[in-house]
Structures are given as C-alpha cells and as structure tokens.
C-alpha cells in the first residue's frame, strides 16, 4: 500500500509539473553540442539565451511557460530585438531559434506552424548584402614566387629546411587546390593518390570529397616528403597513417604531429612578412588563397559551374561573386567601345 500511494503521489506530482520552455532548450542546445561543432553549440546556445529573455519580457517566463504555449509571433519580437545587432549575428540567432521551433515539432512539444515561422522571419529579417571577395591577387602571386625560390637561401639546419620546404609545399597547396586551412591541415600522407594527383578529404558540413593537385603542388610536396624520409621512417608509424603537413620545432622534437590551424596561420604570416614586409600583415590570410583559386579558375575557363564545383560550393550563388571584372579589365573593356 505504502508503494502504490507512493507511486500515486509521484505520477500525481509530475503530471502537476508541465514540461517547460526551459527544460526544451536545455535539451535542445545539448542536441547541438552532440552534433555540431563547439562554436556552433556556442552560438547557438548563446541566441537561445537572449530569446529567453525575450520571452521573459513578454511575461512568458521560460522556467514556467510550456513549449506548447509558446506564440508563432514569437520569432518577430526575437527579430525585432536583434535590429542593433551585426546583420551576420541577426541571420545566426534567427536560425537558431528556428531551428529550435523545428526541435521542439520533432520532439512533439509544441505544434507551431513552421510555415508561418519561417515566412515571419523572413519577413522581419534584414537581407544580406553581397560581398564581393576580396584579397591582393597581385600580393599573393609575389607570395608564392617568392616561396618557390625559399629553399635555395635555407641553411644545413635539418628543421629549418624542412620548415621552407614544407611551408613552400603548404602555401602552393591552398593556392592552387582551394583547400580550407583546417582541411589542409587535417591531410594524412594516405589521403593522396599520388599517381592521379588528387586526395579525398572530409570538408564543410562533414562532407567527403576530392580536390586536385597541381604538378608544382604535387612537386614541392614530394620534395618536402623525400627530406622528411628520414624522420617518417623512424617514427615506427605506417606512412598513410602521418600527417602530410607536420611540426618542426623544438616542441615537435623528433615526433611527427600534424600543424594545427593556428600554425597554418603563422606560415601564411611569416612568409608574407618575409616576401613582401611588414605592412603587409594581415592583408593575406590563409583563406585568400581559397579567393585566389576559385578566382584563377574563373579567369582561364570562364566556366561558372566548373568553379563551383572545384573550389566545392554548396550554392552557385557562393561562386558568383567571384565571377566580378576586374577595374583594369572594366577600363580596358570601356576603352575598346569609347575610342576616340
């Protein structure tokens, strides 16, 4: 009698205790943190904290109201809130409170008309203006002539050379493959199919694709790689296994470990420093040579949808803005028609 009147008052108890707004981000935002990377889970657990509070305002308290109870209208005072804020951050946070009505329909918390949610932020959201890419065409090609010839000035220091060689191979690599600095960076001497010159990665969004090498790429990595021999040979390691692009430093020590991104970033600084000063810090980022790939591509076919597909773009769109004449190429073009 005592266990049935005590399960009873428990049933009774949460059957009083409604599942809150609360609880459903709580649980939404560890869903992220499963799925998506730290950063996004950040972000996003970041926007949820700020629509609560705009729930709060609204007096619909997130620690008492339930999901279900939550108005569709609810997303334009999120929007309305966001005004001040950077429009990038405004497309995040709506995004993220979408993506949280969508939990909530999946999970059978609320029933909201999605429809009616996405058309609402769309309705109040700022568009986002396009930008066209930009990055020193003309500083990068002095970047990469300069890193091509940067083995001869080495010296007889083992890691200083390998240094040179493998950031001369490194920086050919993103210019002339459009390869992210993570992925990149994240490359293992087996990802390369050497005899077809292309490599299989994992890229944006988990997605599993191939990029291609150029010759003087695929050169200057087997350059860097036969120099390494020595080293690789001696790790006790199968070679496929190694990264393609490792540490020569005093931390590293005999070991062969991967570059890291911040690394990555700090070969692009100190071979732009070398090359071309240093004002010229910060004007090139790793990233550029992804502009300058997808860019070149453009240049010598003229073919949107081959861009697209090399440099991997979800969205035509993406590549579009690179497809943008240069002013030289604009005075050029007015010239022709306008001769006196």
Same mark, same amino acid.
């Given at each position: 009698?005592?266990?049935?009147?005590?399960?009873?008052?428990?049933?009774?108890?949460?059957?009083?205790?409604?599942?809150?707004?609360?609880?459903?981000?709580?649980?939404?935002?560890?869903?992220?943190?499963?799925?998506?990377?730290?950063?996004?889970?950040?972000?996003?657990?970041?926007?949820?904290?700020?629509?609560?509070?705009?729930?709060?305002?609204?007096?619909?308290?997130?620690?008492?109201?339930?999901?279900?109870?939550?108005?569709?209208?609810?997303?334009?005072?999120?929007?309305?809130?966001?005004?001040?804020?950077?429009?990038?951050?405004?497309?995040? *946070?709506?995004?993220?409170?979408?993506?949280?009505?969508?939990?909530?329909?999946?999970?059978?918390?609320?029933? /909201?008309?999605?429809?009616?949610?996405?058309?609402?932020?769309?309705?109040?959201?700022?568009?986002?203006?396009?930008?066209?890419?930009?990055?020193?065409?003309?500083?990068?090609?002095?970047?990469?002539?300069?890193?091509?010839?940067?083995?001869?000035?080495?010296?007889?220091?083992?890691?200083?050379?390998?240094?040179?060689?493998?950031?001369?191979?490194?920086?050919?690599?993103?210019?002339?493959? &459009?390869?992210?600095?993570?992925?990149?960076?994240?490359?293992?001497?087996?990802?390369?199919?050497?005899?077809?010159?292309?490599?299989?990665?994992?890229?944006? &969004?988990?997605?599993?694709?191939?990029?291609?090498?150029?010759?003087?790429?695929?050169?200057?990595?087997?350059? *860097?790689?036969?120099?390494?021999?020595?080293?690789?040979?001696?790790? &006790?390691?199968?070679?496929?296994?190694?990264?393609?692009?490792?540490?020569?430093?005093? &931390?590293?020590?005999?070991?062969?470990?991967?570059?890291?991104?911040?690394?990555?970033?700090?070969?692009?600084?100190?071979?732009?420093?070398?090359?071309?000063?240093?004002?010229?810090?910060?004007?090139?980022?790793?990233?550029?040579?992804? /502009? *300058?790939?997808?860019?070149?591509?453009?240049?010598?076919?003229?073919?949107?949808?081959?861009?697209?597909?090399?440099?991997? /773009?979800?969205?035509?769109?993406?590549?579009?803005?690179?497809?943008?004449?240069?002013?030289?190429?604009?005075?050029?073009? *007015? /010239?022709?028609?306008?001769?006196?």
């Amino acid at each position: 009698m005592l266990l049935i009147s005590y399960i009873t008052i428990n049933m009774e108890f949460l059957m009083e205790t409604p599942f809150t707004t609360q609880k459903a981000i709580q649980n939404y935002i560890e869903s992220i943190r499963l799925a998506r990377s730290p950063n996004t889970a950040r972000s996003y657990a970041n926007a949820l904290k700020l629509f609560a509070q705009v729930l709060t305002v609204r007096n619909l308290p997130p620690e008492n109201t339930p999901p279900a109870d939550l108005p569709e209208d609810s997303i334009t005072w999120m929007a309305d809130t966001l005004k001040p804020y950077l429009p990038a951050t405004e497309r995040l *946070y709506m995004t993220a409170v979408i993506d949280f009505f969508e939990y909530l329909e999946t999970e059978r918390l609320a029933s /909201h008309s999605l429809t009616r949610i996405r058309q609402l932020a769309r309705r109040h959201t700022r568009r986002a203006g396009i930008r066209l890419p930009q990055f020193p065409r003309d500083a990068i090609e002095k970047v990469l002539e300069y890193v091509k010839n940067i083995t001869n000035s080495a010296t007889d220091d083992e890691p200083e050379r390998l240094r040179a060689l493998r950031d001369r191979a490194f920086l050919l690599t993103l210019a002339d493959t &459009g390869l992210r600095v993570h992925e990149a960076c994240n490359l293992r001497r087996g990802d390369v199919d050497w005899s077809e010159s292309r490599a299989v990665v994992i890229g944006k &969004g988990d997605k599993q694709a191939v990029v291609r090498f150029s010759n003087r790429a695929i050169r200057a990595l087997r350059d *860097y790689l036969s120099t390494r021999a020595a080293l690789d040979g001696s790790s &006790g390691r199968p070679l496929p296994s190694l990264p393609l692009f490792a540490r020569h430093d005093k &931390g590293a020590g005999k070991k062969i470990k991967p570059i890291t991104t911040a690394t990555g970033r700090n070969i692009v600084t100190q071979r732009v420093t070398e090359s071309l000063g240093a004002e010229a810090v910060g004007t090139i980022t790793p990233h550029s040579f992804r /502009h *300058y790939f997808v860019t070149t591509v453009l240049r010598a076919s003229g073919n949107l949808k081959l861009a697209q597909e090399l440099a991997r /773009h979800s969205n035509l769109s993406t590549t579009s803005r690179y497809a943008h004449l240069s002013d030289d190429e604009l005075d050029k073009g *007015y /010239h022709e028609i306008f001769e006196d």
